[in-house]
């Protein structure tokens, strides 16, 4: 259901002025104009509108693409805590969600997470498994990480991935270091 949202703009020498949004618009821009410089903008001031979170497939994918790669941890836990009982089939969004995941310190739930990534196509695969390798190292399962780089070696190709904001390029050769050296984190 589409319904108008009443905007009001709030000076500093008191006034007010309100106004309606379209409808039927997915994108409305407001224009006003004030002799005093604007002090706030409230949605519904009257209050007779519950605001609700989109916490459907659409709404969380929509926020993982707008997260930034880093420094979002607390925010990841959160549309963690909502998707990890959802069927999402984007690899894309529980790749980047255990990513930050991770960057927050969040071992557990990014291994998890990277669990549920789907791997239908081998660079995805490849690239899991190596995350889980690299998790499970940094919570001290030392055997299971080794068994998680076993596996990603078997995957066919020559997958190669880039996480510029840790300085890492992975690829098998970075996944036989592994096998030698556990992963130690950023």
Known sequence: M??????????????????????????????????????EVVIEPDARVVLVEDT????????????????AGNEALEVYRQAREMKIPDALFWFKLGLALYDGRYYQQALEVMTLVPQGDSDWRFAALVWQGHLLDLLGRRAEAVARYQEALKVAGSPDMRHDQYN???????????LKTPFEGK
Do not use: C, H
């Open 2 to 39: 589409r319904m108008p949202v009443t905007v009001a703009a709030r000076f500093a020498d008191g006034s007010e002025q309100r106004v309606l949004t379209d409808r039927l618009a997915d994108l409305d821009e407001l224009n006003l104009t004030a002799r005093s410089p604007l002090r």
């Open 168 to 178: 890492l390029t992975i690829n098998k050769q970075w996944v036989e270091e592994r």
């Open 56 to 71: 459907s497939v659409r709404g969380l994918t929509a926020k993982i693409s707008q997260m930034p790669w880093t420094g």
